[in-house]
């Protein structure tokens, strides 16, 4: 073999990288080598696998935005987007997504559940989180029982805290609302306005109390009493504080998707990804002989690393996140074939050795770089401007390009240095 003409630096990181990529292979393919032996749980790593893959359910709701301004509907989507999210997080569901449209005066929340095939429990859950709104008094007839309440515009979308108190002159407990900045104010407003008659208190479209304001309320602060054992108050309290709906909602279309089809997919996938790599290493070799067995080997380390990203960071594989990172194998031997074709242009003009491998590097590297920079925006255009599976293609195919610019440039020109004879 020829003079290893490494860094120091190289020579630490090459040893590194070895040992740590052991570690990688054996979370890569834990569920194998646990047949064999035991592996501590840190190593038992598992994919997350989309909607499409895991089967599940897609819960489709239509919100009411009649009332709302056509300049607010937009964030009122966004906050009801948001509290589903939390809402549904706490159920522990892999990687559930919220999405929505608005079309007019309606709007549509999508709700994808993957691996949850009975979604009536969930379904429960998500209608649990409330509706919280004041009324106002619109006509009398000098009765409190015959007042006419309707809408006056402050809702749980304001509310900054709820929590459990007891107050003087009451055996009952009862819930405490504070409000933001915007909800205080209009609060005031409302107390100014109504002082000496009732302002409801309807907790999804239900009066729960209707207290007679007694004295204008300037700090954002209410109160809901109702004759709450502690245990109710608290779990009142709770709900809003898990957040409150901005508008009505309910349900109109549920979904179930078997993975079934999925799973058969990925099989299909797997194997023709196999067969596309073992056809692409026999190519490399019989082609560029020794340097393309050392190329095989690094687009064989960067599907190990592209594996072990998506099971580290949780990145959620759909069918076309997989498309994603099939198509970034091409990018990666793309890489390694520019470099190739520049090491045999280097060697007719005489370079041989070290200084034919740096400078085959050097020329290629433009070319890669413009290359997969380009495909790199398209990527984060893709993930950032659209929604679903087509993010899941652009966030492994941009994964898969950062990869492939690490082995091909970096780690395929170590190995390159330390086994191709001078």
Do not use: C
């Amino acid at each position: 073999m020829g003079k290893n003409n490494l860094t120091k630096f190289e020579e630490n990181f090459l040893i590194v990288f070895l040992i740590l990529l052991i570690f990688i292979i054996l979370i890569d393919f834990s569920h194998f080598f646990n047949k064999y032996i035991y592996l501590p749980d840190f190593l038992n790593l598992k994919f997350k696998l989309g909607l499409d893959l895991a089967g599940g359910t897609i819960l489709t709701y239509s919100a009411d935005l009649s009332n709302i301004k056509d300049e607010d509907k937009k964030e009122t989507m966004e906050i009801l987007k948001e509290v589903i999210e939390r809402r549904v997080n706490l159920f522990g569901i892999n990687e559930p997504k919220v999405t929505y449209s608005i079309v007019e005066n309606t709007g549509r929340l999508y709700v994808e559940l993957p691996g949850i095939k009975s979604p009536q429990e969930a379904i429960e859950k998500i209608g649990e989180t409330p509706y919280l709104e004041f009324y106002i008094p619109q006509t009398s007839t000098g009765s409190t029982s015959t007042i006419n309440f309707v809408p006056s515009g402050l809702n749980g979308k304001y509310l900054k805290k709820a929590q459990v108190e007891y107050v003087s002159g009451l055996i009952e407990p009862v819930v405490s609302l504070s409000f933001d900045e915007e909800g205080a104010k209009i609060f005031k407003e409302l107390t100014q306005k109504y002082l000496g008659q009732p302002i409801a208190i309807v907790l999804d479209g239900k009066i729960i109390s209707s207290p007679v304001v007694r004295e204008v309320i300037e700090n954002g602060n209410a109160q809901i009493s109702g004759k709450f054992s502690f245990k109710e108050a608290q779990q009142l309290a709770r709900r809003l504080n898990e957040g409150t709906l901005p508008v009505k909602m309910e349900i109109v279309g549920q979904q179930t998707i078997s993975g079934s089809y999925g799973k058969d997919f990925v099989s299909l996938i797997l194997k023709a990804s196999f067969f596309a790599f073992l056809t692409i290493a026999i190519f490399m070799i019989i082609y560029y002989r020794f340097s393309g067995l050392i190329s095989s080997l690094a687009l064989l380390v960067y599907a190990i690393l592209n594996i072990f990203i998506y099971k580290a960071f949780g990145i959620v594989l759909t069918l076309a996140g997989i498309v994603g990172f099939i198509l970034s194998i091409g990018m990666a031997i793309d890489a390694n074939i520019l470099i190739l074709e520049r090491m045999k242009e280097e060697k007719r003009g005489g370079k041989s050795g070290i200084v034919l491998i740096n400078d085959a590097f050097k020329r290629a590297w433009t070319s890669i770089r413009d290359s997969n920079i380009t495909t790199l925006i398209s990527s984060v255009a893709l993930y950032f401007l659209t929604s679903s599976f087509v993010r899941g293609f652009a966030l492994t195919l941009g994964i898969g390009v950062l990869v492939s610019m690490f082995t091909a440039v970096f780690f395929t020109r170590i190995l390159m240095i330390k086994l191709i004879k001078n």
